[in-house]
């Protein structure tokens, strides 16, 4: 049996830490665009550098891996130089991976909740209401986060079930409804202005938004887990944009 995308896509990360450049072959290095501003595009063959990363004892854990048609996005654990997490997103066109996109962050410690940047439940249910989940993060992150309508919050979140694993957050809608709305000099602490692209499986959905944090242009990576109808549990990266002089490759991070 011909394994999974979300498979040939954990081989493919776990090869960093490994080295075999075996699972390189699920990319169409020929086609691949690279939308990580900090990477080097076609200077280095992705087998090369993963064997020369593999050399600094990296460690690479997969902890969610989701499928949506041709996309496969991931939620990940790694220790580097330092530990961090990462959503990776990876775009298949011919049985290849032809496109990437990231988002990555430091690991912080547990929030004021007791929650972890990656704890909680690791695998999708409910497959016939993807298109339901997707429909209503959509929404939420349109109205709530974007058009900053906070007042429609439990709309689309279970405020008495909530479970947040942003290390600056705690749990519950009362905390949410919080943090949306704190301000610096009068300006939204966090502003999300536009939503890139929302991907799904089952009660899992992932949102991919542009704004500022704190003033900075950022990119905001957003997973929610969906159940009954409403967002139940939150779990994110956010990663400053490098300014445009210094991409190292003219893709875009979105």
């Not at 460690?59 to 969610?64: E, L, Q």
């Not at 048609?69 to 130089?81: C, G, K, L």
Request: with cysteine; charged share 30%; aromatic share 8%.
């Amino acid at each position: 049996m011909a394994e999974s995308k979300i498979d040939q896509i954990r081989d493919l990360l776990k090869s960093i830490e490994t080295g075999n450049p075996d699972p390189i072959a699920v990319v169409n290095e020929a086609r691949y665009i690279q939308h990580n501003p900090q990477t080097h595009e076609g200077s280095e063959g992705l087998a090369q550098l993963f064997q020369r990363l593999s050399k600094t004892k990296p460690r690479v854990n997969m902890v969610r891996g989701f499928e949506d048609d041709d996309y496969v996005f991931a939620h990940m654990e790694y220790d580097f130089a330092s530990r961090k997490i990462c959503f990776e997103v990876f775009r298949f066109e011919d049985g290849q991976a032809v496109e990437h996109w990231d988002n990555i962050q430091e690991r912080q410690d547990l929030n004021r909740s007791g929650h972890s940047m990656v704890d909680g439940p690791v695998q999708a249910t409910d497959p016939e209401r993807t298109e339901e989940n997707r429909a209503l993060v959509q929404r939420f992150v349109e109205t709530v986060l974007v058009a900053g309508q906070i007042e429609r919050l439990s709309e689309f979140v279970d405020e008495v079930s909530y479970i947040e694993h942003n290390p600056d957050i705690s749990d519950g809608g009362t905390n949410l409804r919080s943090a949306l709305s704190t301000s610096d000099s009068g300006q939204k602490h966090i502003n999300y202005q536009q939503v890139h692209r929302v991907l799904a499986e089952g009660s899992f959905v992932l949102s991919v938004s542009e704004g500022l944090k704190s003033g900075v242009h950022s990119a905001f990576y957003d997973l929610f887990r969906v159940e009954n109808g409403k967002v139940v549990e939150h779990w994110d990266t956010t990663e400053k944009v490098a300014p445009q002089d210094q991409w190292k490759n003219n893709n875009g991070k979105f």
